[in-house]
């Protein structure tokens, strides 16, 4: 079943369908995203492709699996990409998170969205530093 997907964002730029496999040149609110995955009975947005979109929070994405970014701007981060990162302080991880797994991000923006993952991911992350 396909439902209709109306996120905020730009006029003309928001996509219509939750559950595509491929989103292209559209703006995507992280939580409505999830929102509708869960309504469809999937807990993990998982097996995606997102060309030149802008992904919007507020949100905290956790990267699982393999996942990919290329060429992404992770936005506004106060000229320390460190404050994008959340790591868990408890056994389990971070509680609220929206999983994100095996997808790919290729020449997106993120805004308003901080990111956690295992710590080989979160290790790449902070490699980008004060850029």
């Known amino acids: 079943m396909i439902q209709s997907f109306q996120p905020g964002g730009r006029p003309g730029r928001i996509p ?3 559950l595509a496999k491929v989103f292209e040149d559209v703006d995507i609110s992280l939580f409505d995203l999830a929102r ?22 507020p949100a905290v994405m956790l990267v699982q699996g393999d996942t990919q970014f290329d060429s992404t701007n992770f936005g506004p981060h106060g000229d320390n990409v460190h404050n994008l990162i959340l790591r868990p302080v408890g056994p389990t991880g971070v509680v609220g998170t929206i999983p994100v797994h095996n997808c790919t991000f290729i020449g997106c923006e993120f805004f308003s969205v901080g990111f956690t993952g295992p710590e080989s991911f979160v ?9």
Do not use: H, P, S, Y
């Open 123 to 131: 290790q790449q992350l902070m490699a980008l530093g004060t850029k």
């Open 16 to 18: 219509t369908d939750a």
């Open 36 to 57: 509708a995955n869960l309504k469809a009975g999937r807990r993990v947005i998982a097996g995606r492709t997102f060309r030149n979109c802008r992904i919007e929070g």
